[in-house]
C-alpha cells in the first residue's frame, strides 16, 4: 500500500529523514520504534504532506500512485488519515461540526462519541483544554468519521490512563478491522497502519505485523515487532546503532 | 429661544468627527418624511421582506414584543405587541411622556460631531423603547431602519430606557434597499439602564457598498444594571464609523460588547466600544472579531477604570484574508486609580497554516477548511447572542464570502 523510497526530508533548514525506505503492506499493521528525536513523527507529518517537511529526494507512493507533493487534502480522499500528537487548536469550530464534516454526512457524530465517551465534548471548540488523553480520543473519533485505508498514529498511548487505552486500542482495533468501505478512492476493504509507539502498549490490542526501528532519522533496522519491541526493551536503542553501524562496517569491508 | 443644545449644535454643523473620514452632508438629500404608512409587518413587499430578513427582522409579529420600521425619514410602522414595554416613533413618545424630554441629548452630546449636530437640528424621529419597572419581557422587540430612495440621508434618534428591574431585547436591523446605489444613515442612540435592569441589544448591519454609516450610541448604566451588546456586521458598506460608549456609573454594572465584522473589498470600517467604569464593581469584556477580505477595518476598544474594585478586559482580534486587506487593532486600557484589573488583547494576521492542513488531512478541501476556520473565528465574538438570532446568523456566516480577492 504504502512504500517509502530513499525519503530524504528537511525540516526548518536541517536534514531529519536521511535516505529512508520502508513498506507497509496493505493489511498489514506496521510499527515504529525509535528514541526521541529519531525522526519518527517527521516521517508521519511527510507522509501526511504538512508543510514545512521538505521532500528533497526520493519519494512516496501509495497504492503505486506517486503522493510525493500532493496537497494533504488529495491524500486524505486517497484514503490515509492521520492521529496527530500535538494537533493545533481551532477556537470556535466545534469538535461535532468537524467530526460531521469529515464524515461527509454518512455518520452520526453523537452515536460515535458515546463509545469513546466524548459526548460531553461535542460541543467544546477543537482541542482547547483537551487533556493528552482527550486529545487522543478525539483523534480517534474524527478518523473514525474519516474511516481511511491508512493509518498513521503518532503515539495513540501516550498520555492516556489505562482504561483509556483499552478503549482506545480496541476502536484502533476497529479502525483496522472494520468491515466498512474505507474512504480511499480505491475502496479496498484491506487496511494498514504505521504506528509509533514508545512503550509498545499498542500492541496489546493491535495484532502487529512488522516493525522498524528508527535511528538517526533512517531505518536502522526491521523485524518481528514483538522482538523488536524486547530486544529495545533488554539493550536500549544504543544497542541499534552500533548493530547498525556494525552491519554497514560489515557491508563497507565486503 | 435658541436652546443652549441647538446653539451647540449649530456651532458644531461643520465640526469632524475624531474618527472616520469626514462625509458631506451637502451630497445627501433629505430622506423622505412622507412614504405610505403600513398596518403591520406582513403587509410589506416580498422585496422589502427580504431585505429585512437579511438584516435579522422576522416580517411577523408571531413571537415579538414589538416591530418597528424606519424608512427613510418615515414612521412606516410601529406597534406594541407585548406587553411589559413600551414601542412608539419618539416623536410621539415625545407627546405622551412629558419626563421624556430630559433624557433628550444626555448620553449624546449634539455637539459630538457635525453628524450629530445635523441629527439635532433636523429633530430627527426614531423609536422610543421603554420596558416598564420590573418587567421581563421575554419576547424580543425588533426595530428596523431601512434606506428606500437612492442618495437619501437617514436621520434617527433612538431612546432606550430599561426601567429598574426590567429585562428586555432589542435586536435592530439596518438595512439598504436592493438598488439603493447611494445614502447615508446617521443615527443616535441613547440607552439609559436604571437600576437592576438588563439589556440585550443586537445590531445587525447589511447596508451595501455604496452607502456611508455613522452611528452614534451611548448607554447609561445605574447600579447592578448589566448590557449585553451584539453587533454583527457581515456584508459590504462604504464607509462606516462607530464608537458606542458605555458609562458604567453604579456600582456591580455589567458590560459586554461583541462584535464581529467583515471588511470586504471596497469597505472602510472603523469599529469601535468602549467602557467607561466609574463604579466599584463594575465589570466589561468589549470582545471584537475582526475580517478583511480585501476592504480596511480598525478595532478600536477602550477600557478606562474610573474607580477601584474593577475587572475589565478587551480583545481585538483580526484575520486577513486577503493582500490587498488592511487590519488595523487599537486596544486601550486607561487606569485613574491604582486597585483596577484591567486587560486587553491584540493579534492580527493570517490563518494558521497548520489549522488549515489539519483539517484537510480530515478531507476538507482548502476553502472548505478556511471557511470553517474563519466562521469558527467570528463565531467566537457572538457566543452571547440570543438563541432566536443563532440560527440567523449561522446562516449568514455560511454565506459569507471569505475568499480574499
Redesign the interface.
Known sequence: MLEIENLTVEVGGKDILHDLSLTVMTGYTTVLFGPNGSGKSTLLMTI????GYNVKSGRILLNGEDITHM???E???RG???M?QR????????LK??VR??G?GDIDPAVLAEELDMTAFLDR?VNIGFSGGEIKRSEIL?LE??NPCLLLLDEPESGVDLVTIEKLGAKVHDLLQGTSHC?GWRQKSGKAALIITHTGQILDYVEADRGYVMCNGTVACSGNPRELLAEIRKMGYNECIRCKINRSNIKENF | MVSNDEKKAKDALKKAAKFGEDIDLDDYNEGSRELSVTGSFEELSDDIKETMMDAGIVPTEKGKAGNFLLMDNTVVHSATIGSGVELMPLSQALKVHDWLKDYMWKAVMPDTDKYTAETYLQNADGYFIRALPGAKVKLPVQTCLLLKNRNSKQYVHNVLIAEEGSDFEVVTGCATSKGVEKGLHLGISEFFLKKNSKLSFTMIHNWSEFIGVRPRSAIVMDEGATFINNYIALKPVKTIQTYPTAFMNGKNGVCRFNSIAVAHPGSMMDLGSRAVLNAPGCRAELISRTITTGGTVIARGQLIGNSPGIKAHLECKGLILSDKGVQIAIPELEARVPDVEMTHEAAVGKIAQDQVEYLMSRGLSEEEAVGMIVRGFLDVGIRGIPDHLKAEIDKALQETDVRGS
Open positions: 501526511m504532506g504538512f508543510s496537497p494533504v487534502n491524500r486524505a480522499k490515509i488519515g492521520m496527530m494537533p493545533p487548536n481551532l477556537m470556535g469550530v466545534k461540526d468537524l464534516v469529515t461527509r471548540d474524527q468519521a474519516q474512504a
